[in-house]
């Protein structure tokens, strides 16, 4: 009989004006490579998009990226939208991009909980993603 375990369901996304989409374009091949199965929403989406997106596919993830210095108008409001649409008990929310450390605190108490910055290795990526995933693998 097979084992039949469903794939990390990712939604990486570049709320916003931000128009430099390299470093999520390196995320969401890693995370493929990883075993995931990942939905890159694309540039210029509005915080309604991406949370429409991440409700009709079924994410485990939200990646959000920001190198614009939006995050924390964009952020808040993908948050927002999540509790309002029951999403936020069920799925990781992640970012990355130029986020200030002061800003992390803020983001981290919204629900945002791991944010990477540039450079950062994308292993560290996926353990994170697998070891705060919400639901059992």
Same mark, same amino acid.
């Given at each position: 009989?097979?084992?039949?375990?469903?794939?990390?369901?990712?939604?990486?996304?570049?709320?916003?004006?931000?128009?430099?989409?390299?470093?999520?374009?390196?995320?969401?091949?890693?995370? +493929?490579?990883?075993?995931?199965?990942?939905?890159?929403?694309?540039?210029?989406? @509005?915080?309604?998009?991406?949370?429409?997106?991440?409700?009709?596919?079924?994410?485990?993830?939200?990646?959000?990226?920001?190198? @614009?210095?939006?995050?924390?108008?964009?952020?808040? +409001?993908?948050?927002?939208?999540?509790?309002?649409?029951?999403?936020?008990?069920?799925?990781?929310?992640?970012?990355?991009?130029?986020?200030?450390?002061?800003?992390?605190?803020?983001?981290?108490?919204?629900?945002?909980?791991?944010? &990477?910055?540039?450079?950062?290795?994308?292993?560290?990526?996926?353990? &994170?993603?697998?070891?705060?995933?919400?639901? @059992?693998?």
């Amino acid at each position: 009989m097979m084992n039949m375990v469903r794939k990390i369901r990712v939604l990486l996304a570049k709320p916003g004006l931000d128009g430099h989409d390299r470093g999520v374009k390196v995320v969401a091949r890693a995370l +493929r490579d990883a075993g995931m199965e990942v939905i890159y929403t694309g540039l210029h989406k @509005s915080s309604e998009q991406v949370v429409e997106a991440a409700l009709q596919e079924d994410v485990d993830v939200i990646g959000l990226s920001s190198l @614009s210095g939006a995050h924390m108008a964009l952020f808040p +409001r993908v948050m927002e939208l999540l509790k309002e649409n029951e999403m936020i008990d069920d799925t990781l929310v992640v970012a990355g991009g130029i986020i200030p450390d002061v800003d992390i605190p803020k983001l981290n108490e919204i629900g945002i909980k791991g944010i &990477f910055g540039p450079g950062t290795d994308t292993a560290a990526i996926i353990d &994170f993603i697998k070891s705060n995933l919400k639901r @059992s693998l």
